[in-house]
Structures are given as C-alpha cells and as structure tokens.
C-alpha cells in the first residue's frame, strides 16, 4: 500500500471512529447506529480497490475493536470491516471514477446489511446473542436507511479526497496516468498540433508550386532569346 494512502486513510479513520463513538452513538437513535467508520471504508475501498480497501478496513475495524467503550471480542470487527473492504473494492471502475450514484448507493445499502448480518453471525459464533435481543431485522432495516442517510454526505467527499492523493504524478504509475497520457495526446493530437501540421503542408504546397512556376518562367525567357 503506498505511503500516501496511509497517510490518507489512518487521519480518515481516527476522526470518523471519534465523531461515530462520541457524537452519532450518543444520539440514542432506535435500531442500528449510523456507521461513519464503515462508509469512510466503503469511499477509500471504492478507489484503492480490493486490496486496498482489505487493508484499510482491517485497521478501521480493529481500531474500533480497541477503542472505548467497546464491549466485544477483539478482531470481530476488524473481520466484518475487512471481508466488506475487500468486496467494496471489486466495483472500483478502470479509471477510479464513477458515473452515477446509484452505484455507490447499492454498494452502501449492501454493505450496511452484511456488516451487520457478519457482526451478528461472528457474534453468535463466539456466544454473543443480543441482535436477538434486540431483533435482527430492526437492525438491518435501520442500519440501512440510516447510513443510506449519511452516505451522500460521506461517501463522495471520502472518494475525492482519495483520487486527489494518488494523483500525484511524481507516484502515479497505471491505467490511471496511461488514460491521462492518452487523453492529453488525444487533445493535442485533435487540436493545435494537428492544424500546425497541416498548415505546415498547405505551406510547402504553395513553396513547390512557387518553384515550379519560377522555373517554368526561366525556360519560357530561354526560347524568347
């Protein structure tokens, strides 16, 4: 993983982990908790791809399972957030770029439902049992509608930020700098180059034509004398 992308990602993570522990989880909302740390995940896996989002969704999850007030084993969510990094990473575009949101809206809808259906699964693996408590399908319902919520104000933001660290072209190496070096060559190629060069010929024309008229005017001057 490059270095920019830690740098990225590790500031990402930290502040979403600490506006979702000390502001949305005291909201006391009925249902799931809006989950700022897995849509933050979701926007950088949907740029650095399967790996990438793998990588950074097991450190988001395993900095959520050591952080207070944390009340389960450590690594169940550093699983959840590394299974789910890794499947977001597979819809990433060629080019890095999306176009339309609906894309990213299913990809969050369904990443808010197996986050909380693998958290249940691993849970009831290790012989935690309140989603049933509390009613697993309350809990999908809400976990989706909420980060469906947030995710337009989350998502893109997250996304931009990640394409504009790895376009640095002192480190840009790819299809990405491949499509810029084409896209450039095509411009110039369709534009000012292309109409100098014909220019360029128009000018010759007329120089060959201007000699050969010279010449033709010399012979003509030879047989009047």
């Not at 999306?98 to 969050?108: F, H, I, N, W």
């Not at 084409?182 to 034509?209: D, M, V, Y």
Request: aromatic share 4%.
């Amino acid at each position: 993983m490059r270095v920019n992308r830690i740098l990225l990602s590790t500031p990402l993570v930290v502040v979403a982990l600490v506006i979702q522990v000390s502001a949305l989880a005291r909201l006391h909302l009925p249902g799931a908790v809006p989950d700022l740390l897995l849509l933050t995940v979701l926007g950088l896996a949907m740029v650095y791809g399967h790996v990438g989002g793998a990588l950074v969704g097991f450190g988001a999850g395993l900095l959520a399972d050591l952080a207070p007030p944390a009340d389960h084993a450590a690594g169940r969510y550093a699983l959840v957030l590394c299974v789910i990094g890794y499947l977001a990473g597979l819809v990433k575009p060629e080019n890095g770029r999306l176009r339309s949101a609906t894309g990213p809206m299913a990809v969050v809808v369904a990443a808010a439902i197996g986050s909380t259906l693998l958290y249940a699964g691993v849970g009831a693996l290790v012989g935690d049992t309140a989603a049933r408590h509390v009613g697993l399908p309350g809990l999908l319902f809400s976990a989706a509608l909420y980060d469906l919520l947030l995710a337009p104000f989350i998502v893109p933001g997250v996304m931009w930020l990640a394409r504009r660290a790895d376009n640095d072209p002192l480190t840009e190496t790819g299809p990405a700098a491949k499509a810029g070096d084409i896209s450039s060559g095509w411009l110039s190629s369709g534009t000012g180059l292309r109409i100098g060069s014909q220019r360029s010929g128009l000018g010759a024309l007329k120089a060959k034509a201007r000699t050969r008229s010279a010449r033709v005017g010399r012979i003509k001057g030879v047989k009047r004398l």
